[in-house]
């Protein structure tokens, strides 16, 4: 068997390198019969003659240049697997897999730290997921994806963890033609006179339709629902039909500008929607806890807050 270790590569190259036992010897800190005697072992253990004295220099057999040429090939590997073994480790080399709904890919603080994320770790290999918050939920628990960015309400399971990340402006959306189209800005009093796209939520109600249903029960007024829809993209499609009018967030402001006007809506209190990020309780990846600690480092900063309206 080869009982040979990598420091004997290391010191036959060092040799090879120098061509002078004494100066390698310097070189690796070692006394010189001691990598003398290293070499000898080599040797033994190889059972071929790798070096030879030519009167007062050495110079490599062809055994030893064959060696030299394969050693060096195997230490070469050894450094680029300690230096991606460290990298992974501190998660600047993996994949990492974000799910996105439909309607969060559209919010400019997402693309903001997805930019981020890609130019802090280009080693990491990322790949985005667009589908329905349910199925990114189950996604996350089956180990599909690592992370997603997601509309409340967080789910209800101890196997995920969430944090908020961002909130965004309700803005109403109405048709091209409609009457309200002309203005400035819009309250919620006039637009609730209208047939409304309702902003149901799959599981149950959403916060956005909470805060709707709050401020009709205000008003004193039931709604007068056209249609229901979980997709805010949808809602916005369905106004553009001229079905009705809605309430979307912020950033999907621009979407069928051919067909829709978008206007801010003037409510108090106003009305708000989050984004949060949602990944697994359990996640020993450190390019998972890498992409968290940007996400906080974000919000901390930019705080979580309804960014200002501005059509």
């Not at 010897?25 to 030519?54: D, S």
């Not at 089956?142 to 995920?160: S, T």
């Not at 965004?168 to 819009?186: C, D, F, G, K, M």
Request: glycine share 6%.
């Amino acid at each position: 068997s080869i009982g040979m270790e990598l420091r004997h590569l290391r010191y036959f190259c060092a040799v090879a390198d120098e061509m002078h036992v004494t100066r390698a010897a310097e070189r690796l800190h070692l006394a010189q019969p001691a990598l003398t005697q290293q070499i000898k072992a080599l040797e033994g253990e190889l059972q071929v003659e790798l070096l030879r004295r030519v009167g007062r220099r050495i110079e490599l057999t062809e055994a030893g240049i064959a060696f030299r040429r394969e050693a060096e090939a195997i230490l070469d590997r050894v450094r680029v697997a300690s230096l991606i073994a460290q990298e992974t480790a501190r998660g600047q080399t993996g994949r990492l897999s974000i799910g996105l709904t439909e309607s969060s890919g559209f919010v400019p603080a997402v693309t903001a730290i997805l930019k981020q994320a890609r130019e802090r770790w280009p080693r990491v290999e990322t790949s985005l997921i667009q589908a329905r918050s349910g199925s990114l939920v189950t996604a996350l628990i089956e180990r599909r994806i690592d992370v997603a960015f997601v509309r409340p309400p967080a789910p209800p399971d101890a196997a995920l963890q969430s944090w908020p990340f961002v909130s965004e402006a309700v803005v109403a959306v109405v048709p091209i033609t409609h009457r309200l189209a002309s203005q400035r800005s819009v309250t919620f009093s006039t637009l609730a006179r209208e047939a409304l796209i309702w902003p149901q939520a799959r599981d149950g109600d959403g916060p956005l339709h909470t805060q709707i249903d709050a401020a009709f029960t205000q008003l004193g007024r039931a709604p007068r629902i056209a249609q229901e829809t979980p997709e805010f993209v949808m809602a916005v499609n369905l106004v553009a039909t001229g079905l009705g009018v809605s309430l979307v967030p912020q950033s999907i402001v621009g979407l069928r500008a051919d067909a829709v006007v978008y206007l801010p809506l003037r409510s108090t209190p106003t009305f708000s929607i989050k984004i949060i990020l949602l990944a697994r309780t359990a996640d020993a990846s450190p390019t998972v806890a890498n992409f968290l600690a940007l996400a906080r480092e974000y919000t901390a900063e930019h705080g979580d807050r309804p960014s200002p309206v501005s059509l």
